[in-house]
């Protein structure tokens, strides 16, 4: 049954892969993604960072030496934000893994049981819809003191995957009335078989475009929470960077602006490729789109 | 008797929606109340040890003192502190500081959410106004220069979180070109008073307004845009062009009213979320807001106050979705019907 499942799907998924790549928005932002994840794999390898401080060559314009320059203790920014984006990296993928396998199995559970389950998933679902999410990062952030990106990605998933669970319940009830599934019930097929290969096919690219907005979603609140400076684990994490930019004043500083704007630029980057990436994969995989 | 089943039967929606968010409000505050059980230390110690320097009594009688003003008493069992918790929230007491007996959440939410409203429903209408007439003309014009730059546009802003557009902003005029002022909303040296403050204010709230604003206009234009496209493939689009009526009328009068029905639904939500004020901005600006506070006593370890104000929030986002539900059930009686 499973193995099935993965066959049609990587049949599925070449067929898919052709229309992907002939979207320019898709291949741009994949490529830019690619770039970062090739970045915090190899970067810190090849461009190892060498965390002593100097304080004779504090901001330093950039140069052949110090591509984008230095910070307030004279340390290569460059490097900095290479070796910091191994920690933004993992954080933002462990995340939406958490997130999505949090948010798709309450959703499918939710929407294909029905009576006194849904309810209840329900109910909790609207708990936590209703309670504000980054003041709520905040205090677990205060609570259980982040040291690794393990316990980050926790923390941030628990409460993100509500609004998924409750869109992927929805379109699970919209299918389950349709007549393939009908006709699956009908022929009485086991119910692994029309999760696996029914359901799963049809809401496999929701789940993929949320995957990567969750990415993007968990960069912006970690570096938030970073920069609130409730969770500095790691100084060359971004968030980390721009907490210490603003600290030292760089606002103020014009020969610190490249300190300042390197994490900004890098963290611009990276959310534009995920922005380009789930816009085109929605225009190339979305069927609703395609008319 | 036939009259009250009818009643019963048209209103049935709403009385559902009415029980789901009380179900969560009672839910929300039990959250509450597991918050300070789930926190590092005791807050009645905690308390009574400021208490007891202040005051100068000895520790049990501060102890004892603690208890009646956190109207929290860890000795006592757990649903009966939950009780008087919320027995509490029921008369309006949302909660008093652990540090500073003076400090109420009633009195922060009084003193600071004024100004966090202020500068963030000015940009949240701003922006949908702005991203409304945006989003239709995207989908009037689609495939044309114009919608290119609009969404070069609206993908280069979302890339960059509100809080560090603020950062740029600061660094570009409040720094660089010296045109904005970056701290607080007015000058102290100003009187409490006329015309002056009052530009004064909006003065200080610009670069603040501008930098949610920026973010928030893509997001609006974006469903605005979708929302626009489905309504261009409606009949009485096609009616209304067939009948040569000018292009500038039918944006005006059939496009847009009619694409924005939705987008008023989550404006209203959008709304709700609010009165929270955010933490990031409100810091980087130091703007006297509810999320500067909220961040302020999170530093402080004040868990009482971060309780209250987390409830406060919640409060409004179940209130605001039950009345959107409500009203929704009233204009389309389609929702009555399912569920």
């Known amino acids: 049954m499973i193995k099935r499942f993965f066959t049609s799907a990587v049949h599925g998924a070449v067929r898919k892969c052709k229309v992907v790549f002939s979207n320019r928005k898709a291949v741009l932002g994949g490529a830019i993604m690619l770039f970062f994840v090739l970045l915090a794999v190899f970067g810190p390898i090849l461009f190892p960072y060498n965390p002593v401080t100097d304080e004779n060559s504090k901001y330093l314009a950039p140069g052949a030496g110090h591509w984008l320059g230095t910070d307030n203790l004279g340390r290569d920014v460059f490097r900095q934000l290479v070796h910091g984006s191994r920690d933004v990296l993992t954080i933002a993928l462990l995340t939406s893994v958490i997130t999505i396998i949090l948010g798709t199995v309450l ?54 995957w509500a609004g998924l669970s409750r869109a992927i319940r929805a379109q699970i009830h919209s299918l389950k009335e349709r007549d393939f599934i009908q006709i699956c019930r009908v022929m009485n097929l086991s119910r692994a078989h029309i999760i696996f290969s029914e359901l799963m096919p049809n809401i496999a690219s929701y789940i993929l475009i949320n995957f ?15 920069m609130l400076g409730l969770a500095a684990f790691q100084p060359s994490n971004w968030g980390a960077m721009l907490l210490r930019a603003k600290d030292s004043g760089a606002l103020l500083i014009p020969e610190a602006s490249y300190f300042l704007f390197a994490p900004i630029v890098a963290i611009m980057l990276f959310q534009m490729g995920s922005i380009l990436l789930a816009h085109g994969l929605d225009e190339a995989l979305n069927p609703r789109l395609q008319a | ?32 109340f597991l918050l300070i059980k789930l926190m590092p230390g005791n807050p009645v110690d905690t308390y009574a040890q400021t208490l007891m320097t202040e005051r100068r009594i000895p520790f049990e009688e501060a102890r004892a003192l603690a208890k009646q003003m956190l109207n929290y008493d860890p000795d006592e069992k757990i649903l009966v502190q939950l009780g008087k918790y919320i027995y509490g929230l029921l008369h309006g007491n949302l909660g008093i500081s652990m540090r500073r007996p003076d400090i109420t959440v ?6 600071f959410l004024p100004w ?27 495939k044309g220069v114009g919608e290119k730059a609009a969404l070069s546009y609206i993908v ?56 949610y604003s920026i973010v928030q206009i893509g997001s ?14 409606d009949d009485y689009i096609y009616a209304a062009r067939a009948r040569g009526i000018p292009e500038r009328i039918i944006v005006n009068r059939y496009l847009r009213r009619n694409a924005m029905l939705p987008l008023v639904t989550s404006l209203a939500l959008s709304f709700a979320g609010l009165f929270g004020g955010s933490s990031l901005m409100e810091s980087i600006f130091n703007y006297p807001g509810l999320g500067q506070q909220f ?19 919640s409060f409004m986002i179940v209130l605001a979705n039950l009345v959107v539900d409500s009203i929704y059930s009233l204009i389309d009686p389609r929702i009555r019907r399912s569920t």
């Open chain 1, 107 to 160: 959703g499918m559970v939710s929407g294909l049981a029905g009576g006194v389950t849904d309810r209840v998933i329900g109910v909790i679902t609207n708990l936590f819809l209703s309670i504000p999410s980054f003041p709520v990062l905040l205090i677990f952030a205060s609570f259980f003191t982040i040291e690794d990106p393990v316990s980050f990605a926790l923390v941030l998933s628990l409460w993100s």
């Open chain 2, 1 to 32: 008797m036939r009259a009250i089943t009818s009643f019963y039967n048209k209103t049935r929606y709403f009385w559902r929606r009415l029980l789901i968010a009380f179900l969560t409000l009672v839910l929300v505050a039990v959250f509450g």
């Open chain 2, 295 to 313: 961040s302020a006593f999170m530093g402080a370890r004040d868990y009482f106050i971060i309780q209250g104000l987390i409830l406060f929030m």
């Open chain 1, 212 to 226: 990567i907005m969750i990415m993007r979603n968990a960069i912006t609140g970690s570096v938030g929470i970073m």
């Open chain 2, 116 to 142: 966090t409203l202020f500068i963030s429903s000015v940009s949240l209408f701003l922006s949908f106004i702005v991203g409304i007439f945006m989003g239709s003309h995207m989908a009037w014009k689609r």
């Open chain 2, 156 to 211: 280069v802003s979302g890339s960059i979180p509100d809080y560090l557009w603020g950062m740029i902003l600061i660094f570009v005029f409040g720094v660089r070109f010296r045109i904005f002022p970056v701290q607080g909303n007015y000058d102290v040296m100003l009187e409490y008073e006329g015309w002056p403050w009052l530009l004064n204010v909006l003065y200080h709230a610009a670069l603040p307004v501008l930098a």
């Open chain 2, 220 to 233: 609006w234009a974006l469903s605005m845009r979708a929302s626009s496209i489905g309504v261009l493939g």
């Open chain 2, 106 to 111: 009633n009195r922060l939410i009084a003193g």
